[in-house]
């Protein structure tokens, strides 16, 4: 069985087709990363699978299909959505138990005050809603999303607006509840924390799906990426046998093309022979970033 | 029925904590509306043998804010929500459209009872008495009586897209029904034409049966009245039900 199963769903918002015959499986226990630009259909597709937007086709959740099981494909879902969203009448605490409760969990004191301790909110716990940040607002939302210890939890950009020390803290805790066996859909612009979390990457682009796998699959399929050499040279001057190489230059800080390893070797020798004096050498892989880019483009 | 519980709850929770604005609100403002009408017009003709016009007043004002009450609650929370983007907890829960429109329904019927009460002892607290003469008849005309705008807020709330439209249902189409439900006056001294048309006025027939259950007096059928407004009830939360399990201009 498994925890998400898209089957041909499109998506209509008058006659503007948002989502184009989407097709894709996840299963038990993955971490995945949904990528796109704005306006790709990710939020159209999590909406979708949320049940705040009509749709054609099918979405099960852990086997239940969300229009016919409603009620137990809910239940197994937590979603975070991407727009701020709050109720101005409660507290923090009041939000969690009233979140509970319309899960139809009773006595969830623990795992309330644990929510809290984890997302940095235990000050806050009796703070109206209005009164917290922006940062913290979001962290409510995930913490609302979590109450019910959900199997499948989505997560549309949660860290938007999160400062990085905190944000640490969340993804290490989101971590550990993937590591208990939640499975995990996350949506973020913060590609270097899908490249540290995934391990499967699903990328839209026009509410289309324009590739699906596992990360190291995505990363070789952009195996025309080259990595990159950034060498701070000191006098600002660059032999011209190493000109066609150049990609990059900042201040006195030039970035060389990589096509195989031995590159490295040859530009440092080039550099010695012509005495010129450099350090701060940095070798760069292609990041999912690139790797994102290079999709897209392609697209 | 915990969920459901829980959201009656919260609801219930969101109109006390300004309870200066919805409950004690309707309270001055039909104390006030006895003070001018009740006291200066005291010499007025209700149409009533031995029914002086403050005691034909009384029911009517109570049962007045009740319903604007009752409107008032469903048609902001959902707006609101819709502003808040908070609604989207609601339709994300696991919960049938049937018990989150029941649970607004109650919650909306419970703030219209209470703004009743409150408004009974107001009035009580300042010298008039009244005891009710039929209590069954009273329960009967208030609880379905709210449950009606209860709906018909619900439905407002729901359709508008904006403040001004609700706005627009409040002034074009709620207050029209209110004035003109015989709450000030005996339907009775209309003349023909206004007279046929406050007839098919459901909420002249709720404020006729509470007047009922308060005074013993009606101007109308009873029967009829208590036909009439269940009738009402039903269709109106019909469609009310019917908007929120489609979904119309809540999911996209």
Known sequence: MYALEINHVNKYYDTFKALHDIDFTIGQGEFVGLLGVNGAGKTSLISSIAGINRFNGSIKVMGYDVIANLVKAKSLLGVVPQELAFDPFLTVHQTLKFQSGLYGVRDNKDWIDEIIERLHLKDKINANVRALSGGMKRRLMVAQALVHKPPLIILDEPTTGVDVEIRQSLWGFIGELHQKGHTILLTTHYLEEVERLCNKIIMMDKGHIIAKDTKSVFMNKCSNLSSSLDVLIQEDKCPDELLSLIIAKKDTTYTFKLNDSSDIANILTVLNKSNIKFDNINIKKPSLEDAFISLLNRG | ?252
């Not at chain 2, 309270?27 to 200066?40: E, K, P, W």
């Not at chain 2, 703030?111 to 009460?117: A, C, F, K, S």
């Not at chain 2, 008495?129 to 407002?156: E, H, R, Y």
């Not at chain 2, 013993?216 to 019917?242: E, K, Q, W």
């Open chain 2, 1 to 252: 029925m915990f969920p459901y519980l829980e959201l009656v709850k919260k609801e219930v929770y969101r109109f006390l904590s300004i309870w200066l604005q919805t409950l004690l609100g309707p309270l001055s403002t039909a104390l006030l509306y006895q003070l001018i009408f009740g006291h200066h017009l005291a010499e007025m003709q209700t149409g009533i043998d031995g029914v002086t016009y403050n005691t034909f007043l009384i029911p009517g004002l109570v049962i007045m804010q009740v319903l604007l009450n009752s409107f008032g609650n469903g048609s902001s929370s959902i707006i609101q929500s819709k502003y808040t983007g908070n609604i989207i907890y609601i339709l994300m829960a696991p919960i049938t459209p049937f018990v989150v429109y029941v649970a607004y329904l109650t919650a909306s019927i419970i703030r219209g009872v209470l703004v009743g009460v409150v408004i009974y002892c107001g009035i009580v607290w300042f010298g008039d008495n009244i005891i009710p003469k039929a209590p069954w008849v009273l329960l009967f005309f208030l609880i379905i009586g709210a449950s009606i705008t209860a709906g018909l807020g619900l439905i407002a709330g729901i359709i508008s897209e904006k403040f001004e439209q609700l706005a627009g249902f409040q002034s074009f189409i709620m207050v029209p029904l209110i004035y003109l439900a015989g709450i000030f006056f005996n339907p009775n001294n209309f003349t023909n034409a206004w007279q046929k048309i406050v007839m098919i006025n459901p909420f002249m027939y709720i404020v006729d049966g509470f007047r009922y259950g308060c005074i013993g007096y009606s101007s109308y059928n009873l029967t009829f009245g208590v036909i009439f407004v269940l009738c009402s009830a039903i269709i109106v939360n019909i469609i009310g039900y019917s908007l929120i399990q489609s979904g119309i201009k809540l999911k996209h």
